[in-house]
C-alpha cells in the first residue's frame, strides 16, 4: 500500500474505531446504521492478513459460508480454497470506492491491485454481515488491466437512500427482516447468482457466460428507486 493511500485508509480506520457501528457490532441493522469506513477497515485487515499469515489463508479466513470466487468458473470459496497452499508473496490491494445499503447489512469494495510480478489489475469485493456484526466477503472478483486504475485523490463512498416510513422490510411486525441471515448455505455456485441486503436498497448479480466471460451489476437506492452505480464486463481471455 502506497503512503498517502495508507494515511487515507488509517484516517478511516480512526473513524471506524471510535463509531458507534463498531462500539455495538452485535446491534441489529436498521434505518441509517450504514458504517462505509467499516468496508475500508475489512479491506485493510483482510491485505495484512493476506501479508502476514499468507494470501488464500486470508481468502478463507474471511469469506462467508457461501462466498463466491471465479477460477474462472463460478466456484464456491470453500471448496476451492480449502488446503489450498499460499503463493510465496500475496497479492497486495486497496480500495477506492465503496457502495453500502442504508442498513449497513451489505456493502462493495472496488479498487486495485498489484501482483508481486507487476502485473496490475482491478478488485471487486461485495461483503455481508453476519449475525456477530463483522463483515465477510460473499463474491470476490476481479480482471487484469493493461493501465493501472487511476488512483483518486481521497476514497469515495455511497450510501443507499434508506426506505421511508413503512417500507423497511419487517415494519408491520415491528422488527427488521431477519430471513436474509437465515438462509441455508449455497451448495453449488451457479452461473447465475445474486444478491440483497436486508432492507433491498443495494443488490448485485453476476452472469457468466459459456466461455467464462462474465458480468457483475450493483444497484443502489437513490431517489426512490434502485439505480445501477457499478457495471463490470470481464472477457473471457481475462477471464482465464
Given at each position: 500500500m502506497k503512503p498517502a493511500a495508507l494515511g487515507l485508509a488509517l484516517l478511516a480506520l480512526a473513524g471506524v474505531l471510535a463509531s458507534p457501528a463498531l462500539a455495538e457490532p452485535r446491534r441489529r441493522p436498521g434505518p441509517g446504521?450504514?458504517?462505509p469506513s467499516a468496508l475500508v477497515a475489512a479491506e485493510i485487515a483482510f491485505n495484512r492478513l493476506a501479508r502476514d499469515k499468507g494470501q488464500w489463508t486470508a481468502f478463507r479466513k474471511t469469506s462467508d459460508e457461501s462466498a463466491i470466487m471465479f477460477v474462472?468458473?463460478?466456484?464456491l470459496a470453500k471448496s476451492w480454497l480449502g488446503g489450498r497452499s499460499d503463493p510465496a508473496q500475496p497479492l497486495q490491494w486497496e480500495p477506492?470506492?465503496?457502495w453500502m445499503s442504508c442498513d449497513g447489512s451489505l456493502g462493495v469494495t472496488r479498487g486495485a491491485y498489484e501482483a508481486p510480478g507487476g502485473t496490475t489489475g482491478y478488485f471487486t469485493t461485495i461483503w455481508q454481515q453476519d449475525k456477530k456484526g463483522e463483515y465477510r466477503w460473499v463474491l470476490d472478483q476481479g480482471a487484469p488491466l493493461a493501465k493501472p486504475l487511476d488512483k483518486p485523490f481521497m476514497l469515495s463512498a455511497s450510501v443507499a437512500d434508506c426506505p421511508g416510513r413503512g417500507q423497511w422490510p419487517g415494519a408491520s411486525r415491528g422488527k427488521p427482516e431477519e430471513e436474509g441471515?437465515?438462509?441455508a448455505p449455497l451448495k453449488a455456485a451457479g452461473m447465475d447468482g445474486s444478491g440483497t441486503s436486508e432492507d433491498g436498497t443495494l443488490t448485485w448479480a453476476y452472469h457468466v457466460?459459456?466461455?467464462?466471460?462474465?458480468?457483475?451489476?450493483?444497484?443502489?437506492?437513490?431517489?426512490?428507486?434502485?439505480?445501477?452505480?457499478l457495471s463490470l464486463k470481464v472477457s473471457a481471455e481475462d477471464a482465464r
Open positions: 446504521t450504514a458504517n474462472p468458473e463460478p466456484i477506492y470506492e465503496v441471515r437465515d438462509r457466460e459459456p466461455d467464462f466471460a462474465r458480468t457483475l451489476t450493483v444497484s443502489l437506492r437513490k431517489d426512490g428507486e434502485m439505480k445501477p452505480v
